[in-house]
């Protein structure tokens, strides 16, 4: 194995020392000076600090400012939209409702309407059946031919007056069905306009 040689001193060299410290006539007032100094230092770090606290402290009050602020936005909006929803949904509501009570009075007036025309029509028949039974009994053509047309002229008048009962009835209808829709398009129209009225 190899053995490391210890580094040498050579014979007759003195050994290395550090130089002495030879005070110096400024020396003294460097120290004064460092020493005066010292107290401005740490004022100047005490200063900076005190700035530093205060801008930490500033920012903490304008960030909570911020966030109340941008959470009263957000507060408001969602007000807002809530509110817009439950009028959409009342108005929905509303829409519902006029559908439902306009299709109530259309089934309700068709079958008085149905009823009507089932009593037109059983009256024309009797009024048939008695033209039949009264032609059943005649003895000649012109007899006949009298009780044709008297019978005849009356089922006509019979249904003109009738059917035009029948059309009042179905316009009387129509318009009592179609009102609450229409009372909902009216609301709509309002609700449209005041928007752009604002």
Do not use: C
């Amino acid at each position: 194995m190899l053995q490391r040689s210890k580094p040498t001193r050579k014979p007759g060299l003195p050994k290395r020392t550090a130089p002495p410290v030879v005070p110096t006539p400024n020396m003294e007032e460097d120290q004064a000076m460092a020493e005066t100094k010292t107290p401005d230092v740490k004022k100047m770090a005490a200063e900076g600090a005190a700035q530093a606290q205060k801008i930490v402290t500033d920012g903490a009050a304008q960030a909570r400012v911020a966030m109340e602020k941008g959470m009263e936005q957000m507060t408001k909006g969602a007000e807002g939209v809530m509110k817009a929803v439950e009028e959409a949904t009342e108005f929905g509501r509303g829409n519902m409702e006029a559908f439902t009570k306009a299709a109530q009075t259309w089934t309700v007036g068709a079958q008085d309407l149905a009823r009507q025309m089932m009593a037109l029509a059983q009256g024309l028949t009797d009024h048939s059946l008695e033209g039949a039974k009264a032609l059943s009994a005649v003895k000649s053509l012109n007899e006949a031919a009298e009780i044709q047309a008297k019978y005849a002229k009356a089922a006509l008048e019979k249904a003109v007056a009738e059917s035009a009962k029948m059309q009042e009835a179905v316009f009387k209808l129509t318009e009592q069905a179609v009102a609450p829709i229409s009372a909902r398009v009216t609301v709509a129209m309002e609700k449209m306009a005041k928007p752009i009225a604002a």
